[in-house]
C-alpha cells in the first residue's frame, strides 16, 4: 500500500518519481521533504525538529552537489588532456609496445573510439598505453 506526504492528494503524485527502478534518495527528493517539514514547523516549538538539523542537512547535500560537479570537471579535463598529448604525437615517431614486439614508426593520425585515443601507425592503431617512447619529427 502506497502513503503519500503529507498535503498531497494522490492525483498530484508524480509517476516518475513511482516509477524509479531504484530507492536510492537524491538531492532532489532531499529537498522537497525538507520543504515540506519546513512548511509544517510548529512555530511555537512544540513538537517540531530541531531547525539547526536541517541547516546542517542542507549544507551537507550542497558540499555533494560541488564534489560531484568537481569530479565531472576533473573527467573532462582528463579528456581534454588525453586529446591534447594524442594529438601532439601526430607526425611524431613513436616506439609502441604491443606486448610481444616494439613497433617503431611516425604517426600518421589519431582515431577516438569509446572515449579513448588510438595512434595510428603504419596503418595499425593502437593503445595510448602502448606507447613508449615518442621521438623527433
Known amino acids: 500500500m502506497r502513503i503519500n506526504g ?6 498530484a503524485m508524480n509517476t516518475e518519481n513511482a516509477a524509479k527502478a ?6 532532489d527528493d532531499f ?8 512548511q509544517n514547523l510548529d512555530p511555537m516549538g512544540g ?4 531547525t ?19 569530479s565531472e570537471s576533473m573527467e573532462n579535463m582528463n579528456t581534454l588532456s588525453q586529446q591534447q598529448l ?7 615517431k613513436v616506439s609502441v609496445f604491443d ?5 617503431e614508426g611516425v604517426v600518421d593520425k589519431v582515431r577516438y573510439r569509446e572515449g579513448l585515443a588510438y595512434p595510428v601507425i ?11 617512447e615518442v621521438g623527433g619529427e
Open 31 to 38: 529537498l522537497k521533504i525538507m520543504t515540506a517539514q519546513l
Open 22 to 27: 531504484n530507492d536510492a534518495m537524491g538531492v
Open 86 to 92: 594524442s594529438f601532439s604525437l601526430v607526425g611524431k
Open 6 to 11: 503529507i498535503g498531497i492528494p494522490n492525483e
Open 99 to 103: 606486448g610481444e614486439n616494439t613497433i
Open 52 to 70: 539547526g538539523e536541517y541547516i546542517a542537512q542542507m549544507a551537507q547535500f550542497t558540499m555533494l552537489e560541488q564534489l560531484s560537479a568537481l
Open 47 to 50: 513538537n517540531s525538529a530541531d
Open 122 to 132: 603504419g596503418g595499425s592503431e593502437y593503445p595510448m598505453y602502448m606507447v613508449q
